[in-house]
């Protein structure tokens, strides 16, 4: 698999499978947007949120041993102002503090500016 890149604005993000971040009937329209687009960057509202394929469900781990819950099949970054549901685990809320931050994927890592590494592996 190739990697896939991109660059982001600061911002305080939640990380995490973004389908915990919206309604049901918001995150289909979410969804179909998602399966259609190139992505790695989507406009959702007023802001801008980064989301992986990562093509499969589980339970996953950061190099901190911080869980990520994946049931969408996605992993993403997505704007602490433009997430309607705050999900309960605030410990995958990071604040990027410099001007912009890059987000990678390439199997089995997600890379959000080697701040958070979670392995898919």
Not at 13 to 28: E, I, N, R
Not at 31 to 50: N, R
Not at 112 to 117: E, L, M, N, R, T
Request: with cysteine; aromatic share 14%.
């Amino acid at each position: 698999m190739k990697k896939i890149s991109t660059r982001i604005a600061r911002g305080v993000y939640w990380l995490g499978d973004p389908a915990h971040c919206f309604p049901a009937t918001d995150w289909k329209k979410i969804e179909e947007m998602l399966q259609a687009g190139p992505g790695p960057q989507y406009v959702i509202g007023k802001g801008t949120a980064v989301i992986f394929n990562v093509g499969r469900r589980g339970d996953f781990k950061d190099k901190d041993g911080n869980h990520y819950l994946v049931r969408s099949g996605f992993i993403g970054a997505v704007p602490f102002t433009i997430a309607p549901i705050f999900p309960e685990n605030t410990n995958l809320l990071k604040h990027f503090k410099e001007e912009h931050f890059d987000c990678h994927f390439k199997s089995p890592f997600i890379n959000f500016d080697d701040q958070v590494i979670i392995d898919l592996g």
